[in-house]
């Protein structure tokens, strides 16, 4: 019987894991939710989760240890030991994916699954902003089917987690609730906004246990102590240690334990929650004011001890969100290929954690939840905060994600650059080079400004697109508008400016391509946003001349050279991927084509781990921008050979750094940009299948424009109604004038009314008659929200047209019963400016075309009917008035019909767009 249970144990695990080959990467994931919350388990020499301590993304060794006992046997799942009575488990099994990393261990005559998990969600602030990974035990299964005597027991101690010197003294805490056991450890005096070797002087490290009934235990105190005290009875003491002392003086941790009691399988898994949080989390520079910013999860939470009950208490939803998330993230990749997939699971993680979701708090203290900002740092590189470079790369794994989310990270650097503080033509590099602080960076340094605006341009129309919004493109229009005139004048020969990867040469092809696409894209927004057709055309017609001469300077033997006319040198024209991802029209589409052809052509010739980003740098590999590259191709077989050379380096072993960006194309070995989020350019394929959405103009110039429309429309219908008045006036007179004379011979009750009009019910007195056929339909809102956006922005409330309408009629002499007048209703009917329904084109204008409500006010009570404008006599003709009327009556009309024709003109000017729906709006709450 056990072995059939452990068969289905290994078998359900194949099946889970047959989604993908099974690849090692340098370096496995574990948690990763913030800059300084990065860890990782180098892979170099084997998978090994309990053979090596856990590293920094820098290689700092980081204190994360985990045993096991069983029937009094113990053993070691996670991290190093010194105890020599204490064998290593076996890792029998591994596999990755988007956002966890899962070991099968085998602890002498029990199994089990150790996952690593990292709650990604940007739909989410609190969620993401938290700086929690999961860690949990599940499957335990005893192998013989033998019920086993099991408890586990893990901790963290004091080295990197909150300081990167071993001298800093430290002090920590303890905390039991109904939910959770959880330590916290920080330095005794914190360093506020203080960096050192890449780790924060300022934070606290928690450690949580989920509690299991009451079979929990906890101890603080000396890592050795604490450890053997497990070993020995399988339980902590409960008791803390309030000796506190620098960290390398008898090595404080912090230790939590679960007796499962004798199980032969577990019932529920056993769930750790590690995290670190520093508050404030950056200092950003605001209107010429320094604030601080504190993470998002604090509008949500009073105390950190709160929100970790929260996440262990939401762990089963995180979960069933988490698998849900790597389905579909798994599933779309694999249709490029299973290799597209491994490289795309390894780089969500450390490009989303890069990140800090903040907040801001009020004079009265109060967190702000509607006032949500995000600060990238460069991890990997230098401390940049918000490097435009690194964003434009990362970008598409957050289009990808949540198209919105990607405007928080935006609009920061556009916020600086449009205050007073800001003073340069050209877009900044970033917002400081000293994360956490985003002080804001207004060197007058020209090296990077063509790669820069030309990013920032790119990146603002790319949220638009995917989002449909075009609020933030608006806000900051002026500032894009002067970075595209800047861009006019320098991108198609740059001379004396830098790429975004080092290189200083004149006439460099990628660079001007990069920045001929952002004035196209200048022009999309343009257009969008409705600007003056000459300001849009001149940058269309910009984009379209640079693109041009670009074509006839740059490409060279059928490829793209690294400069404007040499036949040696060659470069990955990565920044084509901008094109697609707009969907723009500035590069022909025969560029695509042939480029695709000369990298097919080059294959034989490659190097070991692929093409060089460009031959001026003939020994360097970029895996970004062969992963831009591969999204430009026309070819399927030649993107997957794009993509299989960044994943035979990915998966070579090669180097043991966490999943970097530069490496060189020969042993391999990383140059930088380990860990970096500008590996987010792996999800540029995937991104592509976010459809670009018609941009909607913000909320408040909708407004304005409708205020501004309805102004026409009230005005147009007065007009309407007032002449309408006056020409039935007229009408009458002559009517009451001929009547009289003809009465004696003809009684009242034999006056027919003429076909083609609205007939009341013979109760009722006669109307004015109106010929419906005699004049054109006006357009009129084609949609329900659009009519009801007009009603409530332009037309007085039904009691007031009822009295304006009334004085008309007793001036005529008529009560006004058995009388209609239309506006657009709610429902869309079709109405002409004269009140008078529109007949279909079938002949007749329907059921219930009398329709109450909408913009119109002026509602009988007896329902009239319709003559078919088919029953009309046929020498009355549309374009002209009926043939009975009078000379003079028929100039009337035809005066009515010309000023009705000149609001119709003003009508449509000003509901130029009414017929738009509003934006929709995600609740972030």
């Known amino acids: 019987m056990h072995w059939v249970i452990l068969l289905l144990f290994l078998g359900s695990t194949l099946e889970a894991w047959s989604q993908t080959t099974i690849h090692v990467p340098g370096a496995i994931p574990l948690a990763i939710r913030s ?13 090994s989760l309990a053979s090596r301590w856990p590293t920094f993304w820098n290689g700092q060794t980081l204190g994360w240890a985990g045993f096991v006992r069983v029937d009094g046997q113990s053993f070691r799942w996670l991290g190093e030991s010194d105890i020599t009575s204490v064998q290593a488990a076996t890792t029998t099994a591994y596999h990755l994916t988007p956002t966890r990393s899962i070991f099968t261990m085998a602890a002498g005559p029990i199994r089990f699954n150790v996952t690593f998990m990292d709650p990604v969600d940007l739909t989410d602030w609190n969620r993401q902003s938290f700086p ?48 959770s056991t959880h330590h916290s450890i920080s330095r005794s005096n914190p360093q506020p906004m203080v960096e050192q070797q890449d780790r924060a002087e300022d934070g606290t490290a928690y450690y949580a246990l989920a509690k299991v009934g009451s079979r929990n235990s906890w101890q603080t105190g000396f890592v050795d102590s604490i450890t053997q005290t497990f070993l020995q009875n399988g339980v902590l003491t409960n008791t803390m240690d309030t000796q506190f002392r620098p960290i390398n003086s008898s090595t404080p941790a912090l230790g939590l334990s679960a007796d499962l009691g004798t199980i032969s399988e577990l019932d529920g898994p056993l769930v750790w929650a590690l995290g670190f949080v520093r508050e404030p989390a950056i200092r950003h520079v605001n209107n010429g004011a320094i604030e601080s910013r504190s993470s998002y999860f604090w509008t949500r939470y009073k105390t ?10 939401d762990f089963s939803y995180s979960y069933s ?6 389905d579909k993230i798994i599933s779309q990749a694999q249709t490029i290929s299973t290799q597209y997939a491994d490289v795309v699971s390894l780089s969500l993680r450390q490009a989303v954690g890069s990140i800090d979701v903040t907040t801001l708090r009020d004079r009265n203290g109060r967190y702000v939840s509607s006032d949500m900002k995000v600060f990238m740092k460069d991890v990997g590189f230098i401390s940049r905060t918000n490097p435009v470079n690194t964003m434009y790369a990362a970008f598409p794994v957050f289009l990808y994600l949540d198209p919105g989310f990607a405007g928080y990270m935006l609009e920061p650097l556009l916020e600086y650059q449009a205050s007073s503080a800001y003073n340069n033509v050209f877009a900044a590099a970033d917002l400081g080079i000293s994360y956490p602080d985003a002080l804001g960076n207004s060197t007058s340094n020209v090296l990077g400004a063509v790669e820069n605006s030309a990013g920032m341009l790119i990146m603002v129309l790319a949220h638009a697109l995917k989002t449909g919004d075009g609020t933030l493109a608006d806000r900051y229009y002026d500032l894009l508008k002067t970075w595209a005139d800047y861009l006019v004048k320098n991108t198609l020969h740059p001379s004396g400016y830098q790429t975004d990867d080092g290189l200083i040469s004149g006439d460099m092809s990628n660079l001007a391509l990069k920045g001929i696409i952002a004035i196209g894209a200048m022009a999309k927004i343009a257009e969008a946003l409705e600007k003056p057709l000459a300001e849009i055309d001149n940058y269309k017609n910009q984009a379209s001349s640079l693109g041009s001469q670009w074509q006839n300077l740059a490409i060279t033997s059928g490829r793209m050279a690294s400069r404007y ?4 040198n060659w470069a990955l024209a990565y920044n084509l991927y901008a094109a697609r991802l707009l969907e723009s029209d500035v590069i022909n589409e025969k560029i695509f084509s042939d480029q695709a052809a000369f990298y097919a052509s080059q294959m034989s010739s490659a190097q070991k781990y692929g093409f060089a980003y460009d031959t001026l740098d003939s020994s360097i590999g970029k895996s970004s921008w062969l992963a831009f590259t591969a999204a430009t191709t026309t070819d399927n077989s030649t993107r997957d050979a794009l993509i299989s050379m960044i994943h035979s380096r990915t998966f070579s072993n090669a180097s043991s750094n966490p999943f970097s960006v530069i490496y060189d194309l020969g042993p391999g070995q990383t140059q930088g940009g380990s860990s970096s989020p500008a590996q987010g350019s792996m999800f540029s394929l995937l991104a592509l299948s976010i459809p670009n959405r018609r941009i909607q103009l913000p909320l408040y110039r909708r407004v304005h424009k409708g205020v501004i429309a309805g102004s026409v429309v009230g005005g147009v219908l007065l007009i309407s109604a007032v002449l309408a008045g006056a020409y039935f006036w007229r009408r009458r007179r002559r009517r009451r004038a001929e009547e009289k004379e003809k009465e004696a011979a003809t009684p009242y009750a034999s006056i027919q009314p003429r076909e083609g009009v609205i007939q009341p019910k013979a109760t009722a007195p006669m109307v004015p008659e109106v010929v419906v056929a005699g004049l054109p339909p006006i357009p009129g809102p084609s949609n329900e929200k659009s009519a009801l956006r007009a009603s409530q922005l332009s037309v007085q409330s039904d009691s007031e047209h009822s009295g304006l309408y009334a004085r008309q009629q007793q001036e ?19 109405v002409d400016l004269l009140g008078v329904p529109r007949v279909s084109a079938s002949g007749s204008s329907g059921k219930g075309v009398v329709r109450r409500g909408g913009l119109s006010s002026l509602v009988v009570e007896d329902t009239p009917t319709i003559v078919p404008q088919s029953a009309l006599p046929q020498n009355e003709a549309v374009s002209s008035p009926p043939a009975n009327t009078t000379e003079r009556d028929a100039d009337l009309i035809r005066e009515v019909r010309e000023l009705r024709r000149e609001m119709q003109q003003i009508r449509a000017q000003g509901q130029r767009r009414s017929n738009e729906p509003l934006p929709e709006y995600r609740d972030h709450a």
């Open 35 to 47: 800059p300084y919350f990065n860890s990782w388990l180098s892979t170099q020499d084997g998978v």
């Open 132 to 179: 929690f990974s999961y860690l949990f035990i599940d499957s335990v299964l005893s192998a013989d089917g033998e019920a086993r005597s099991v408890q586990f027991y893990s901790y963290i101690d004091g080295p990197v987690w909150v300081s990167s010197t071993s001298e800093s003294a430290v002090r920590w805490d303890t905390t039991e609730t109904s939910s």
């Open 304 to 313: 950190v001890g709160d929100a970790i009950d929260s996440f262990l208490n």
């Open 321 to 326: 969100k988490i698998v849900a998330l790597d």
């Open 565 to 568: 006319g040499d036949d040696t």
């Open 812 to 830: 005529a002499g008529r009560t006004g019963k058995g009388v209609v007048l239309y506006g657009p209703s709610l429902e869309g009917s079709q």
